[in-house]
């Protein structure tokens, strides 16, 4: 485990190299693509040759974001670059197969993170876990630099840190955060526009999975952890994109008395994949994940675990009692 290099050292980095490689974890988020859209635009707009790949490319949601078009599947034939960025990726293997046999040509490896269980898999990494959002950081090395900040980098960011703190409202967000949304105004964000394409457009099939997520709703007798499940074939009944559960949790997160949320997925294959959200640090999610092999962070982390579902459940659902 190497320690956190400078942001000096990173503007040395980007300043000396020419190609970038720019990827960020499988099924992503907005702090994800909103991440690498930040830091991209921003290199590019200094000349910089960036790629941006993502291992199951950009999700519907995010493709109002301009320079969206730009993140693509990583290519099956490694091109020549100079350096390979992680952005929002707790371990190198969240990257995904494909963007590692992609950035194989890279001479150095750079890891840009917030989430608190990353191992500083980089070459050089900066891992700050008190930023409640990886575009946080990106948006606090652009400004430490003097680096440009283009109009796309800008909502890109806004979006980024706006969904990993469930629209500025987690305790993770900070004065910091707040001082960064009013700068991103300052520079002519729009804040309302940005937001109804953010929150205010969902397709219907995500409402038809929150109704059947709904339905299988269950509260622990003491009331403080809510769970819901999906069975994979809810996938193809509903045509859902992998995009359509984000955040869904935060609504039995919100319920009055419950300290951890859980989503329970079965998978393509019969693995399950958990979310869980915890209400306050009395309760660490990260520390339940870690016991089956997952991350995350204090509030909010995740497993992928075999399966069946129902046996996924009986142990997570124990390890969390235990832990209350
Ligand atoms: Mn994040």
């Not at 910089?48 to 290519?75: C, H, M």
């Not at 500025?168 to 804040?191: H, I, K, P």
């Amino acid at each position: 485990m190497s320690e956190n290099t400078s942001i000096q050292a990173l503007g040395e980095i980007f300043d000396q190299h020419q190609t970038f490689a720019l990827m960020s974890h499988m099924r992503p988020d907005g702090d994800a693509i909103g991440s690498q859209l930040g830091l991209g635009l921003a290199l590019e707009a200094m000349g910089k040759t960036v790629f941006y790949w993502n291992e199951d490319g950009l999700p519907d949601s995010l493709a109002f974001l301009p320079g969206s078009e730009k993140i693509s599947l990583p290519p099956a034939e490694a091109p020549e670059i100079d350096v390979a960025i992680a952005l929002d990726t707790a371990t190198k293997v969240r990257l995904g197969e494909g963007n590692l046999i992609a950035a194989a040509k890279a001479k150095l490896w750079v890891n840009i993170d917030h989430h608190i269980s990353n191992p500083r898999y980089g070459d050089v990494n900066y891992v700050d876990a008190t930023s409640p959002a990886t575009g946080q950081i990106v948006y606090e090395i652009l400004q430490h630099l003097g680096m440009p900040l283009p109009d796309g980098a800008r909502d890109a960011i806004y979006v980024a840190v706006s969904t990993d703190t469930g629209s500025f409202q987690y305790e993770s967000t900070t004065a910091r955060t707040y001082r960064m949304a009013a700068d991103l105004m300052d520079r002519g964000l729009n804040v309302g526009d940005i937001n109804a394409k953010t929150y205010d457009s969902h397709p219907y099939r995500r409402i038809e999975l929150l109704r059947a997520l709904l339905n299988t709703l269950e509260l622990t007798p003491d009331g403080k952890v809510a769970h819901w499940q999906m069975l994979d074939h809810l996938r193809t009944d509903l045509a859902l994109k992998p995009e359509d559960s984000e955040g869904l949790i935060d609504m039995i997160r919100a319920i009055r008395g419950v300290q951890v949320a859980v989503f329970f997925e079965e998978l393509p294959g019969g693995k399950v994949r958990v979310s869980m959200r915890s209400k306050d640090r009395s309760v660490n999610v990260c520390d339940i994940a870690a016991q089956f092999g997952g991350g995350g962070h204090a509030l909010a982390a995740g497993i992928r675990m075999p399966g069946p579902i129902s046996d996924a459940k009986q142990q997570v659902l124990a390890a969390i009692t235990a832990a209350i």
